[in-house]
């Protein structure tokens, strides 16, 4: 049985490693130095409260094409000369005494230059357009050498059965070890430690060392977050926090990760963090991920664990000398509190591609946040370059574990691959699975069932793009989706040619499965849960999935696929008629508007675009990979552009701007300093903005607005009050637990919420009660348990739970207005809800 301890963060494994750094080690410890237990850093809600304010320049870049790696097999090194980026001053690592971004260029073009070990590629660009370098670090290899290594990396994903029985993998292959740095921008040392060893590693003769390279391969994402970096931000440039986007994969950094873990497929990663103090170690409290081959992942984690606890605290900093406690590890030491049941955070995501050892280290001292602001910048630069050292002792030790168990953990890995492409059961674990780990007990027993396939059909003309951009997101997961060309039945039911089919039995079907199952319903596990706990692909993308349970796939008429079959089409004649119930879809009515085209909306509430806009249309059926089918229809009335003054969360702005919304920012401070409302059709609130708050001047202009026939969308109790405070809506928002997140079943009864799925997501619930005169019920909690998956518990007072939200209204309208209790748009997440915000704009922007 664990003991509880209170501690918020998630860790690495170290082994001691003597990084010297100027004199400001040996400055006396400033008294916050020595807080053992900061406030968690894993979640911060404020991301997700404040009103967002990223550029529209860095949307755009993060919904370009990326650009890959790839190419052809080429040998070890692969030098290359980094053109330099100019120099910024106002770079916020300088005041820590660490790397500013602008030096790293040259730094990796010095380190190149000291031998044959070191290679640098560029792995994408930031959301604000920085550069992201991957740098490899292993003994010299000639193309057949890199041939074979990436032939047998391929074995063992694509025949693990073989690639364990080959004694070529097990003699020759090199052991690809991942390290990730800087994916929140203000947790800086990662970095710097990791350009040290890479330096040390370029030019050491010692026999460990050379032995360690020619069986290893070291990758380094210098810095994952660029953006926030340079800023001081945990976010990158689009507000988003990049530890929180692996499933959905919205922002380029995150998409840039993903392609390494897929194309280098590491057996051990870290991800370094900061701050928690005593340094913070994975192996995580419950609730586990139940699609992990969880006994083979916490093996290796822990015994890493183990290595990088020791290594740390055989640095020898004290909480008396030097404000740092010893490491913890929330496995051991814990209850609950820090788990790894979300695939959101890197390590957790990584363990679906193989990844047997994951970690987050959290490294002790902060200098992030009030701690940047007020401490003395002699104390900042003393507590960055004890993180230094920690960060370097949990990478070297990771090292040594890689050295030692190079075999086994090549085998365990191979394990995963095999358990999914043979169906076979998963292992839950026990005291005699996986032996050498104290304290297992019933509560870190989680698996699942498996169905035997997912059926994607083919045939809803509504669906359609929804389907395409899921099966697209599937593949560049790595998931393995094949296509009918014939009808075909399976589980007793008959499917349309054209259907895609997830055949369960691949080797990662662990991933497969997180994406598109329901999850489930967690709530009586844990108390409190550390971010999202229900995020269905297969509920909240707005294609219909199927899960069948039986049936055999021998036979079938399918094919594999390597991208979705094109949606996009235009009827070569008469008028044109587009469905708006996709993002896609309002994308390219945006376009069009933007364009002039004269769009009229039909009874339906489709779109009908004039044959005299044929080009336009086939111009945004390619870009958006939608259908405009011929009409006789011509449609009631004219569709305006909107434009959008938006008080809310990145997530929100970044959704906006995917659907091609002009939006403007705004917040209390925005409106107060003067704002052109003629700029604006509508007004669309969640956070950053309170009517009380605002100035008298501000209220007038904002009063006004409104009194015009404008309107207002509003999301939650911050949306509602305002639409409570100027008279729009009476109604009387309730807030659930602010705890509780997940995927609910809704019932859609009103035009905003005509076709939408019958099920939405919730974050901090909100209902609506006391609904005054010309309120309409849009949208309701499902009666009974409306909660699918995820985490809801009900408030100590017994209210605030899914059974008081049960039956209560979740969106509703005026004339005006349409208030959210749901999270439509959450993160850029939930894409079958996004249309719902979209109708919503139109039909209030020009009301009057």
């Given at each position: ?37 900061p ?46 980026d ?12 660490l ?89 800086w ?11 040390q590693?370029?030019t ?107 290594a ?76 230094v ?41 026990s ?7 104290p ?11 498996f ?164 080009a ?42 995917e ?21 604006a ?54 807030e659930g637990?602010?705890?509780a ?44 348990n409306?909660?699918?998956s ?59």
């Amino acid at each position: 049985m664990r003991t509880t301890r209170t501690a918020p963060a998630r860790p690495v494994l170290i082994t001691a490693l003597a990084l010297t750094t100027a004199g400001s080690l040996f400055l006396s410890p400033h008294t916050a130095g020595a807080e053992p237990e900061p406030p968690a850093t894993r979640h911060e809600p404020a991301l997700d409260q404040r009103a967002a304010q990223a550029p529209a320049s860095a949307a755009r870049r993060a919904l370009a094409e990326d650009t890959a790696l790839g190419g052809a097999v080429r040998g070890y090194p692969r030098e290359q000369v980094l053109a330099p980026d100019p120099e910024n001053p106002a770079d916020k690592s300088i005041k820590l005494g660490l790397t500013p971004y602008h030096a790293i260029a040259p730094k990796l073009n010095a380190v190149q230059a000291l031998g044959d070990r070191v290679s640098v590629e560029v792995a994408g660009q930031s959301a604000g357009g920085h550069r992201l370098y991957l740098v490899t670090v292993t003994a010299p290899e000639s193309t057949a050498q890199t041939r074979a290594q990436e032939r047998m990396r391929e074995l063992i994903e694509n025949s693990p059965a073989s690639a364990a029985k080959s004694a070529e993998i097990k003699t020759r292959y090199k052991a690809p070890v991942f390290f990730n740095n800087n994916i929140h921008g203000n947790e800086w040392e990662g970095t710097d430690a990791s350009l040290k060893l890479i330096e040390q590693l370029a030019t050491a003769t010692d026999g460990r060392t050379r032995d360690l390279l020619a069986h290893s391969r070291l990758y380094f994402n210098i810095t994952a977050n660029p953006d926030g970096r340079i800023a001081g931000t945990r976010a990158n440039a689009n507000g988003f926090d990049l530890n929180r986007d692996f499933v959905t994969a919205s922002q380029p950094e995150a998409r840039a990760m993903r392609q390494i873990e897929i194309d280098k497929q590491p057996a051990v990663m870290l991800d370094l963090h900061g701050y928690v103090n005593g340094t913070l170690i994975e192996p995580t409290t419950p609730p586990h991920g139940e699609n992990y081959e969880y006994d083979l992942f916490l093996k290796n984690t822990y015994a890493n664990a183990l290595g990088m606890e020791a290594a740390v605290n055989g640095l020898g900093y004290t909480p008396a000398k030097d404000g740092v406690e010893p490491a913890q590890i929330p496995f051991r030491d814990q209850e609950e509190g820090w788990d790894d049941w979300p695939p959101i955070f890197t390590p957790q995501y990584a363990a679906f591609h193989g990844t047997v050892a994951a970690h987050t280290v959290e490294i002790p001292l902060q200098v992030n946040n009030a701690a940047y602001n007020n401490l003395p910048v002699a104390e900042l630069r003393r507590r960055s370059a004890i993180n230094v050292e920690v960060a370097g002792a949990a990478i070297r030790a990771t090292l040594d574990f890689v050295q030692t168990n190079r075999t086994s953990l090549v085998a365990d890995q191979i394990e995963v691959f095999r358990r999914g492409a043979a169906g076979a059961a998963q292992v839950p674990v026990s005291a005699e699975t996986v032996p050498g780990v104290p304290g297992i007990g019933p509560e870190d027993v989680y698996t699942t069932t498996f169905p035997r396939a997912y059926v994607l059909p083919a045939g809803s003309a509504r669906s359609a793009t929804a389907t395409a951009r899921l099966v697209d997101h599937l593949l560049a997961n790595d998931i393995r989706v094949t296509r009918a060309v014939h009808a075909f039945r399976l589980g007793g039911q008959t499917y349309a040619k054209g259907s895609y089919v997830v055949d369960m039995r691949q080797p990662k079907r662990g991933l497969a499965n997180v994406l598109l199952a329901d999850g489930r319903d967690i709530s009586d596990k844990v108390s409190v849960m550390y971010d999202i706990s229900g995020w269905s692909l297969g509920r909240l993308w707005g294609a219909p999935v199927t899960a069948v349970t039986g049936g055999h796939l021998t036979g079938l008429p399918l094919r594999s696929v390597s991208e979705a079959a094109a949606v996009g089409y235009v009827a070569p004649r008469g008028d044109l008629r587009l469905r708006l119930d996709d993002p896609q879809a309002y994308a390219a009515l945006n376009s069009l508007l933007r364009q002039g085209v004269p769009v009229r909306r039909a009874a339906d509430g489709s779109a009908i675009v004039p044959a005299s806009a044929r080009a336009a249309a086939a111009d945004a059926a390619r870009t958006y990979d939608v259908a405009f089918d011929a009409t006789k229809v011509s449609g009631t009335a004219p569709l305006q552009r909107v434009r959008v003054a938006a008080a809310v969360t990145p997530g929100e702005l970044f959704a906006l701007r995917e659907m091609n919304f002009e939006v403007t920012p705004v917040s209390t401070a925005v409106l107060n300093a003067g704002f052109d409302w003629s700029s604006a059709d509508v007004l669309f609130v969640s956070a950053g903005l309170e009517y009380g708050d605002l100035t008298v001047a501000a209220r007038t202009a904002l009063d006004a607005f409104l009194g015009a026939g404008h309107g207002l969308v509003g999301r939650g109790v911050t949306g509602a009050e305002l639409g409570t405070a100027t008279g729009l809506l009476a109604v009387k928002a309730v807030e659930g637990n602010g705890d509780a997140n997940g995927v609910v079943r809704v019932v859609n009864s009103g035009p905003v919420t005509e076709g939408a799925p019958d099920h939405g997501f919730v974050y901090a619930p909100v209902w609506f009660t006391d609904l005054g005169p010309g309120v309409r019920v849009e949208q309701s909690y499902a009666a009974g348990n409306p909660l699918v998956s995820g985490h809801w518990r009900p408030l100590e007072d017994g209210g605030g739970g899914p059974s008081a939200a049960a039956g209560q209204a979740s969106v509703v309208s005026g004339r005006q207005s349409v208030l959210f209790g749901t999270e439509p748009l959450f993160r850029d997440h939930p894409k079958g809800e996004l249309p719902q915000v979209a109708k919503a704009l139109f039909s209030v922007a020009h009301a009057g």
